[in-house]
């Protein structure tokens, strides 16, 4: 992932980035270097960023290395390289916890171009970690086979569960199930996991989060799978 220089505290820094230049915030800190050509990194607050101008700089010309890949995707990106045509699917994923841990629950919306497949699981007691990561997987999991090689892009507002899926963090917890989902990643040669931003309107995010909430909320499940409309906007 990428690097841009910022301001903080009136010292210019390099902050880790996503490709659109937006910081990475991850369990509430950026990460920082203070000079080109060094590996070590510091965390620091967001609060009193203040982005300077300058180009984005690689992870390669900051010095610090390559990081690890999933092979499925090599960045944390909020726009797909391969745009939706009329064939692709698009699927909206969002976990819920009451407490953390606590009552948890994951909400999927899995837009075909002829149906909408919407999936409310509540999965017991869990962090809101495991909750972003088992509702990627649901996404995953309720894909066909005759439907691996279409371009697929999947949109979660969870910076951490990208960052440990294709991002190059190491976890240090969810092992299994971050493998389990790798294990899909690697037969689904066209698909992109893609930032979005929590509670920002976007129609398909929305709806995922009221699936993951109502789950925690009525402490039950359903599935169910209805005809596309109009009403459903149009393919990302």
């Known amino acids: 992932m990428p690097w841009k220089l910022f301001d903080f505290k009136g010292q210019a820094v390099y902050v880790r980035v996503l490709a659109t230049g937006k910081p990475i915030v991850h369990r509430g800190r950026v990460e920082v270097r203070y000079r080109l050509g060094t590996s070590k990194s510091y965390r620091a607050g967001p609060e009193g960023l203040v982005e300077m101008e300058g180009e984005i700089v690689s992870d390669e010309d900051m010095g610090g290395g390559p ?68 509702a990627i997987l649901r996404g995953l999991q309720h894909l066909r086979d005759d439907e691996h090689n279409r371009v697929i892009h999947l949109y979660t507002d969870s910076g951490w569960s990208l960052g440990v899926l294709v991002g190059g ?5 969810n092992l299994e199930l971050i493998a389990e989902i790798k294990e899909h990643l690697v037969k689904l040669p066209r698909i992109e ?13 929305e709806e995922a989060d009221r699936l993951a ?24």
């Open 67 to 134: 990081r690890e890949t999933t092979g499925a995707n090599a960045l944390v990106r909020e726009s797909p390289v391969t745009p939706a045509g009329d064939d692709a699917i698009i699927i909206y994923t969002d976990g819920a916890c009451s407490g953390n841990p606590g009552p948890a629950g994951v909400g999927v919306l899995l837009q075909r171009p002829d149906d909408v497949l919407e999936l409310s699981e509540f999965i017991g007691s869990g962090t809101n970690n495991i909750a972003e990561l088992t």
């Open 193 to 205: 996991l893609l930032k979005i931003r929590g509670h920002a309107g976007e129609p398909g995010n």
């Open 169 to 173: 963090w190491k976890a240090k917890a």
């Open 213 to 236: 909430t109502m789950a925690v909320r009525r402490e039950t499940s359903m599935t169910r799978t209805r005809r596309r409309s109009k009403t459903d906007g149009q393919l990302d």
